[in-house]
């Protein structure tokens, strides 16, 4: 079974830009969450989707949003990028959310100049 | 969120067992202990996961304290492979009884680093 994948790898974007990040969970996983990970904050939980409703979120601006599709794919959209966004973005899968191993994709690294 | 308490850095012997500490003191009774680690230049990996007793897995043994205040990751024989930072985990949500599934989130501390000596 293929694990969670993410795309684009690796991203230079630009203060004031906004970008789009792709997530295709486990087949049959229903339920994505996203984090950022830097190294000051570390690991920071960023919000839930599950049968593409968002179920939880995380302490973030509104800037950070993000949608599921009906196949469980997700995406994470950051609009007008600060230097501060710099960070790996990571996606991970779980089957229903709840008690469940979350399965982690290998991030995207988002470089903001 | 009930937090953890994790020892910043360890080292281990190659071949030898580690014990990885944590301590949760506000942990709710309804809370699951997670350990996830991750290797470098990779997203984070489930290793082991419990709620009261001891679990044991082909990765990793996880010792809960009788009062549920504290665990311990057990790596049996660590291997280079093994140097990672690992994250101990409380799960926080809340399961809604209609639909059957609650919300899920992961609040990760700053976690250990183990360093695996050859």
């Known amino acids: 079974k293929a694990g969670v994948t993410q795309t684009p790898r690796y991203l230079i974007k630009t203060r004031g830009q906004q970008v789009t990040l792709s997530c295709s969970p486990i087949?049959?996983?229903?339920?994505v969450s996203w984090y950022q990970q830097t190294p000051g904050q570390g690991l920071q939980f960023l919000f839930e989707y599950f049968s593409e409703t968002q179920r939880n979120k995380g302490n973030f601006p509104g800037r950070f949003s993000g949608r599921q599709f009906s196949n469980s794919r997700s995406e994470m959209n950051v609009s007008t990028l600060e230097l501060g966004d710099s960070a790996l973005y990571l996606c991970a899968s779980s089957l229903r959310g709840v008690e469940e191993t979350q399965y982690f994709g290998p991030g995207t690294r988002l470089l903001v100049l | 969120d009930a937090k953890t308490t994790q020892p910043n850095s360890m080292e281990s012997n190659e071949e030898e067992p580690v014990h990885l500490p944590c301590n949760h003191s506000?942990?709710?009774?309804?809370?699951?202990i997670h350990w996830y680690r991750q290797l470098p230049s990779q997203g984070p990996e489930y290793v082991i996961h419990?709620?009261?007793s001891n679990v044991n897995n082909r990765m990793a043994s996880l010792a809960i304290a009788e009062d549920r205040k504290s665990s311990t990751l057990i790596l049996h024989r660590a291997t280079l492979r093994d140097a990672a930072v690992y994250y101990c985990i409380l799960r926080g949500g809340v399961t809604t009884l209609f639909s059957g599934a609650g919300s899920y989130q992961l609040t990760f501390g700053k976690g250990t680093k183990l360093s695996v000596i050859p």
């Open positions: 087949s049959g996983h229903r339920s």
């Open positions: 419990g709620l009261t």
């Open positions: 506000t942990i709710s009774g309804t809370d699951y």
